[in-house]
């Protein structure tokens, strides 16, 4: 075969995409033809758009990282979009987004996310982290707090840092007053479900339903409960893993 095993960076949920997804093998061939050998074999969604050398002998495509970022684009216009659709959240009515922005940035710095997360269900893996051992630590613990279905999480597994949090607006060069908001977060890494939960009050925040303050509120008060009261998770569709640092 072309290869004997793979490893990826990160898991995506259902319906999420990933522009920027990495993935480590053990193959004996030169990366250049072992690309091509692989995209010729690979589904018409999926493709190789660049092969490198490990830098290093025990690199891993997960451990090893030290940030991801990801990118959530929404739509937000009058008019539905089509030719994009798969790739957006539409919301018809017009959002604020200076005070999307000012609530963004309490994400910043280092915080216990527990009230923008989803629990786990027994069995499922879906926290991202950037150690093997934070990995090994969180998934014991993770499987014995899950099975209560608390709404406030263990304090020390749901810690994560946020570097940037940033919107930026594309104006539709077809229909002046439409707009596309693209949320980019970067971190050290990422609970489970945690951006699209956090898109969705954002989205509230926009729509004036949540003010600012409250959004920070939320935050700090380290309960699931708390978010899931004034916001629904944002669709699947309009998250991208779109690079990850190593």
Sequence with gaps: GIFQRSRGCSRTDAGVHAMGQVISVRSESDPAD???RVNSRLPSDIVFKHCEMAPKQDFHPRYSCKSKVYRYSIYNSEVRPVLNRSRLWHIPQLLNVKDMQKAANFLLGTHDFTSFCKPLARGESGS???????????????????????SRGNSSINVRTIMSADFKIQQDCYKHDAQTLMFEIEGNSFLYNMVRIIVGALVQVGLGKLPPEKFKAILEA?????????????????????????
Aim: charged residues 20%; positive net charge.
């Design 34 to 36: 072992f690309m091509k």
């Design 222 to 246: 380290k309960d699931r409960s708390l978010a899931q009261a004034e916001a629904d998770s944002a669709p699947a569709q309009g998250l991208a893993l779109i690079l990850v640092r190593y």
């Design 128 to 150: 991202s982290s950037s150690s093997k051992s934070n990995n090994r630590s969180s998934s014991s613990k993770n499987n014995s707090s899950s099975s209560s279905s608390s």
